[in-house]
């Protein structure tokens, strides 16, 4: 049963345009939400956060915005680059850091 | 700088095997976390530890467990290795919400 989707499992996208990834999540006591980029033969990294009481974060062409009432958190990168081709994973957290939710991920190219 | 090393960056070994994957960090984390990636099943928890001498069960845990002897170190064990075990293995440890990964560990069972 999984509490965080990724429901498109690729996107592409040209240089220089908006990338967009989306999460999905079913348990409404999640009050922390975590961006990661994950690189093939490397483990992932953080990317950016924010928290249920924030409705929108932002670090520099990354900006995550939060939709608590439909429980939809996205991630948008503007302008793209080819070195944002990763896969990005978007685990949820609940009040205690131990147990985090991954989503499948999604596969992003950013073409040149 | 946060770093989480693990033993190996490839391992292959042969079903029925006995095998002990590594994990090291080096900033007095409490948390650390062992998880499993596989082509469309994004990344899946195995076990975790809150403390020294704690683990508990992540989402798949069967076919493995767990020791945390010190805070820095956390070993998975795959006591008899089976093909389906074939994965990339995915160390972190976090003291609050960020998890900080090793480069993980490419294992393949013959």
């Known amino acids: 049963d999984q509490q965080v989707k990724q429901n498109s499992p690729s996107l592409s996208v040209q240089e220089g345009r908006i990338s967009i990834l989306n999460c999905d999540y079913t348990n409404s006591m999640f009050d922390y939400f975590l961006w990661y980029k994950k690189y093939p033969a490397e483990g992932p990294t953080f990317l950016i956060s924010?928290?249920?009481?924030?409705d929108k974060n932002e670090d520099g062409r990354f900006t995550v915005f939060l939709n608590k009432s439909a429980k939809h958190l996205s991630l948008h990168i503007v302008p793209s680059q080819p070195g944002d081709s990763a896969v990005y994973f978007c685990p949820s957290e609940g009040t205690n850091a131990g147990k985090s939710t991954f989503g499948d991920g999604t596969t992003l190219t950013v073409k040149p | 700088d946060v770093k989480v090393t693990q033993s190996s960056r490839y391992l292959v070994k042969r079903t029925g095997e006995k095998v002990f994957l590594e994990c090291v960090q080096d900033?007095?984390?409490?948390?650390m976390f062992w998880y499993r990636q596989d082509p469309g099943l994004g990344l899946r928890l195995i076990y975790f530890s809150y403390d020294v001498k704690m683990k508990e069960k992540g989402d798949i845990p069967e076919g493995y467990s767990v020791s945390r002897e010190k805070k820095e170190r956390f070993s998975l064990i795959l006591e008899s290795a089976s093909t389906n075990q074939t994965s990339m293995y995915l160390c972190?440890?976090?003291?609050?919400?960020?998890?900080?990964f090793g480069p993980g560990t490419r294992l393949t069972v013959l």
């Open positions: 924010i928290s249920s009481i924030k």
């Open positions: 972190a440890s976090s003291l609050d919400f960020e998890q900080f």
């Open positions: 900033m007095d984390h409490e948390n």
